[in-house]
């Protein structure tokens, strides 16, 4: 609050309602540290951090389950303090998930991704 500012307009956008039939926002999931992680498989592995990650298989998608958009998969390890991302994630009958492109943030740190 202090770096955006207290008098500052703020719209958060948490996914309350729906448009087009979808659920709006983007939705995360909060897991356990000892969630074990699962194998992903990357459309653009060049560009994103090798997994696994811990992915639960009911983990909510961006635009639902039937999306047709950007089907982004947010995942919070509190105890960890590391989100998961992935872009373009679609679950697999035997647990794992394919995906565009996955990241691994860890919130502690203020770094910059890598170039590229």
Same mark, same amino acid.
């Given at each position: 609050?202090?770096?955006?500012?207290?008098?500052?307009? =703020?719209?958060?956008?948490?996914?309350?309602?729906?448009?087009?039939?979808?659920?709006?926002?983007?939705?995360?999931?909060?897991?356990?540290?000892?969630?074990?992680?699962?194998?992903?498989?990357?459309?653009?592995?060049?560009?994103?951090?090798?997994?696994?990650?811990?992915?639960?298989?009911?983990?909510?998608?961006?635009?639902?389950?039937?999306?047709?958009?950007?089907?982004?998969?947010?995942?919070?390890?509190?105890?960890?303090?590391?989100?998961?991302? =992935?872009?373009?994630?679609?679950?697999?009958?035997?647990?794992?998930?394919?995906?565009?492109?996955?990241?691994?943030?860890? =919130?502690?740190?203020?770094? =910059?991704?890598?170039?590229?």
């Amino acid at each position: 609050m202090e770096a955006i500012g207290e008098d500052d307009p =703020l719209h958060p956008d948490f996914g309350a309602a729906f448009y087009e039939g979808g659920p709006i926002g983007i939705p995360f999931v909060a897991v356990a540290a000892g969630t074990p992680p699962v194998a992903v498989s990357f459309g653009y592995a060049d560009e994103s951090d090798p997994g696994p990650y811990p992915i639960p298989p009911d983990a909510p998608i961006e635009g639902g389950p039937d999306a047709e958009g950007d089907r982004h998969v947010l995942v919070v390890d509190a105890e960890t303090c590391t989100l998961y991302e =992935l872009f373009d994630a679609h679950p697999r009958p035997d647990g794992s998930w394919t995906a565009g492109s996955g990241a691994v943030f860890d =919130l502690r740190a203020n770094a =910059l991704r890598p170039a590229g």
